[in-house]
């Protein structure tokens, strides 16, 4: 069983920059991804990022790379989503999930991850 409480988001002009925060308990497998997906209003959720909580390795969305960077710290059981150069597009509910079982195939899809925070709104606006 994974807790999940996110921290961060809020209102940014476009160009600007927001960190979220994931705060993890409960046991986190070593193999577990943990990912950032996003829902704006009429849209289906959607892959933001993920990293694997053993290795560090990290996976993006095509339209958030070299924009957005997913860290993890094992020893304060945190993951972070650090947003630099914000489009208004990026605006959305974003939300962080776990997935204790990950594999790579599916480490993209929503549908994979048990576990999931309870949102947080980003706005990019001027």
């Known amino acids: 069983q994974v807790q999940l409480v996110e921290s961060g988001g809020g209102l940014v002009q476009p160009g600007g920059s927001l960190r979220l925060s994931c705060l993890a308990s409960?046991?986190?497998?070593?193999?577990?991804?943990m990912g950032w997906f996003r829902q704006a209003p009429g849209s289906e959720r959607e892959f933001v990022a993920a990293?694997?909580?053993?290795?560090?390795?990290?996976y993006y969305a095509d339209s958030v790379k070299d924009r957005f960077t997913i860290t993890r710290d094992k020893a304060k059981s945190t993951f972070t989503l650090q947003m630099n150069n914000l489009k208004p597009e990026d605006t959305a509910i974003y939300y962080c999930a776990a997935d204790p079982t990950a594999i790579l195939s599916t480490i993209r899809s929503s549908q994979a991850y048990d576990y999931w925070g309870q949102g947080t709104q980003v706005t990019v606006s001027s």
């Open positions: 990293i694997r909580w053993g290795a560090g390795t990290t």
């Open positions: 409960g046991r986190t497998p070593s193999n577990a991804a």
